[in-house]
Nanobody, 124 residues
Framework: QVQLVESGGGLVQAGGSLRLSCAAS????????MGWFRQVRVKEREFVAG????????YYADSVKGRFTISRDNAKNTVDLQMNSLKPEDTALYYC?????????????????WGQGTQVTVSS
């Protein structure tokens, strides 16, 4: 079983930066794919970024390309999301998630474990 804890959220002005971190415990081996999702109110969780175990496969939502950077440190069992040039539309509850087997990386239903989320609020 995998447990995930997000941190680093907060309030920031437009154009500012935040770095989110996800600490994982449990089974996170070479078959593990890590992703970040975000959710606004009752909307479905939106894929933000994902990264494979080796880091050779990285994916971003079009809305964050060029602004966000995902990375992972397998020795520390952490996955980070560096968010630069933040916009008010980035405001959401951000979740870290892990997928243990192959699946659709863009769908929240493909992931097996989730953290509790960390709030990011960007003021205009």
């Amino acid at each position: 079983q995998v447990q995930l804890v997000e941190s680093g959220g907060g309030l920031v002005q437009a154009g500012g930066s935040l770095r989110l971190s996800c600490a994982a415990s449990g089974r996170t081996d070479s078959s593990t794919f890590m992703g970040w999702f975000r959710q606004v109110r009752v909307k479905e969780r939106e894929f933000v970024a994902g990264i494979s175990w080796s880091g050779d496969l990285i994916y971003y939502a079009d809305s964050v390309k060029g602004r966000f950077t995902i990375s992972r440190d397998n020795a520390k069992n952490t996955v980070d999301l560096q968010m630069n040039s933040l916009k008010p539309e980035d405001t959401a509850l951000y979740y870290c998630a892990v997928r243990l087997r192959i699946g659709d990386r863009y769908r929240s239903g493909s992931y097996d474990y989730w953290g509790q989320g960390t709030q990011v609020t960007v003021s205009s």
